[in-house]
């Protein structure tokens, strides 16, 4: 065949020879294939050498009436990693989305230098699209997709001969380098083996289980070569070893990072900077020198914020007092001034009327001692979560049996697994992602079909549960709806009441709960286990989503709560900190106590 697209001489065979030479060029960027902490290092790629910086200047937001934040000024430069704290609703998410471009701030501007660098959002919730494979979905989380979409476009420009057409090339071409086009599929298949995911890369994204997606997200970040990270809970559902692979990669970028998460210990083990946006005094305030740091800063501040306004508030009082009693003497040497008095008292009567006018001129004295006091706000309270876990009647002394209980799902067995929960017992459940944690709760609560096997509940056993997905609140019924189902006792003011305790006010009520976040989400799940007495708690990942204020009150309420136990969680601070009786190991379907 003949003509410009199949000349080799062409336009086009001069992009295939240009985009070929640089394939070659490009250097090979092995992922380590070992497991843990130490093989997690991330590659360096031509764009992280950009050394992009992010600012943001006077940066304003908000949701309908409510202000979110206003006058943000921050700097993101290259290796920084800069941890965004806040109690749900501050508007951390928000504020990664702007930083992304993804929405347009009621105020202020934010500058990309240089202005060609890649800024890579990755929300807490990917998106998992219907006939979206593995691939594809690495490909588009990585950039690489729509980078190659352009490197398209500029090669047909490229071949059209249109004005400014090599220029673009050359971008599409530099920008698709610099996001690791060049060997993704290589590296992909290499990263997804190491983090046990052993699915197909071209399987669809909708038939992966909770753990293998969520090992599809972490890969999807592995394999990320952006020179600006944004990363939205990057830690939600990963297990111990995905946490340390996640861990190392951020602390060995050289990239500007921003990243938002409730666990505490990677906090504490990567950031460098701490930005919180405090909602309940609507301060905005960068700390400096870590996660720990900042802990110890904003307690001193808080303290020290409480003991300037007391002193503040103190000294007016005093003011105050003594300018009313000033004011009182004055009118009372008015009074006596003006009584009927002998002529031979008028010099009685003149002496009491200069000291009322003394009196006067201390009180405006006083007065002005008052208005010229620098004044100090007092600073607003912090809206708390007092969590209480309602206790149900006691349940029978046997709480949950099972006996020789396997399981198949496709290639997953679970079992033989012979086990007896006991009325009192706090039970640790651990394990990586996919090895069936939630399967075993599942066997345990009698939803999941044995193929062999027995399972029982025993008698007067009332459930609680929080589940990874929180499904009770993915409807489309109103939030309010969906509780009071699942309390239908319960008077809807009480119901209401309830769920303003928990920060879900009447704004959400009426809100389809499809449409609540994550952290709304888990709230409302949180307000059910107080509205209904349980006596045998179930929580698989809690943590997920939830901000630190509330987490470190559910880690309360758990340390009172009377009844049985069972916990599943990464989060390595809750383990330290929640009371546990017994530890079972969960491990390719298998459970061993230790």
């Known amino acids: 065949m003949s003509g410009p697209f199949h000349d080799a001489s062409g336009p086009r065979a001069l992009a295939r020879r240009t985009r ?57 430069a290259p290796g920084e990693v800069i941890g965004l704290v806040g109690a749900n609703g501050a508007g951390k998410s928000t504020l990664l989305r702007l930083l992304a471009g993804l929405d347009t701030p009621e105020g202020g501007a934010l500058a990309l230098s240089p202005p060609t660098a890649a800024v890579g959002h990755l929300p807490q919730e990917p998106e998992r699209r219907a006939g979206e494979t593995v691939r594809d979905f690495l490909g588009r989380r990585t950039g690489v997709t729509a980078a190659q979409a352009a490197l398209d476009e500029a090669t047909e420009a490229l071949v059209a001969s249109a004005p400014g057409a090599d220029d673009a090339y050359a971008l599409a071409l530099e920008r698709w380098l610099g996001l690791g086009g060049a060997d993704l599929d290589e590296r992909a298949e290499e990263t997804v083996t190491s983090l046990g995911l052993t699915v197909g890369l071209d399987q669809p994204m909708t038939t992966l289980s909770g753990g293998q997606a969520a090992r599809a997200g972490l890969a999807s970040l592995l394999l990320s070569r952006y020179d600006v990270f944004l990363l939205d809970e990057p830690t939600n559902d990963l297990d111990l070893d995905g946490l340390a692979r996640l861990e190392s990669f951020v602390t060995g970028l050289r990239a500007a990072t921003v990243l ?76 006596n001034a003006r009584r009927k008095t002998t002529d031979h008292d008028k010099m ?31 600073p607003r309270k912090e809206w708390e979560l007092r969590m209480e876990i309602a206790a149900a009647e006691r349940s029978g002394a046997v709480v949950a049996t099972l006996r020789a209980a396997e399981a198949r799902r496709g290639d997953f067995r679970f079992g033989p697994v012979s086990l007896q929960i006991d009325r009192g017992d706090r039970v640790a459940i651990t394990g990586a992602n996919g090895s069936g944690k939630s399967t075993l709760l599942a066997a345990l609560l009698g939803r999941l079909p044995l193929d062999a096997g027995h399972a029982a509940l025993g008698s007067g056993v009332v459930v ?84 630190l204020p509330a987490i470190e009150q559910l880690e309360s309420a758990l340390d009172s709560y009377a009844g049985t136990l069972l916990l599943v969680t990464h989060d390595r601070r809750m383990l330290g900190a929640v009371r546990t009786t017994r530890n079972l190991t969960v491990a390719a379907g298998r459970v061993t106590e230790r």
């Open 260 to 335: 938002v998460s409730h666990d505490r210990e990677f906090l504490a083990r990567t950031v460098t900077k701490v930005l919180e946006l405090d909602l309940a005094q609507q301060k905005i305030t960068l700390y400096g020198g870590g996660y720990e740091a900042y802990l110890e800063e904003r307690e001193t501040a808080r303290r020290h914020a409480r003991e300037e306004y007391e002193e503040y508030a103190d000294r007016k009082a005093a003011l105050q007092e003594r300018a009313h009693m000033q004011r009182s003497w004055m009118d009372k040497g008015v009074k």
């Open 348 to 378: 009685g009567r003149k002496a009491r009327t200069e000291a009322s006018e003394k009196q006067a001129a201390k009180a405006r004295q006083t007065q002005r001692m008052i208005e010229r006091l620098d004044v100090v706000e007092e």
């Open 20 to 76: 070929g030479a640089a394939l070659r060029a490009s250097p090979r960027r092995q992922w380590p294939v070992g497991g843990g902490a130490a093989a997690a290092r991330p590659p360096v790629s031509i764009s992280t050498l950009m050394t992009a910086t992010l600012v943001a200047k006077d940066l304003s937001a908000g949701h309908g009436d409510r202000t979110l934040f206003s006058g943000l000024d921050l700097v993101v």
């Open 464 to 547: 609680g549960e929080i589940d990874q997905a929180r499904a009770l609140f993915h409807g489309p019924e109103t939030l309010l709806d969906a509780f009071r189902r699942a309390v239908p006792d319960t008077e809807p003011a009480d119901v209401r009441t309830l769920l303003a305790k928990f920060g879900l006010k009447s704004a959400h009520l009426l809100r389809p709960a499809t449409t609540l976040s994550p952290g709304e989400r888990t709230r409302a799940a949180l307000a059910l286990l107080q509205g209904r007495g349980v006596n045998l708690l179930v929580l698989d990942e809690p943590t997920n989503h939830l901000d």
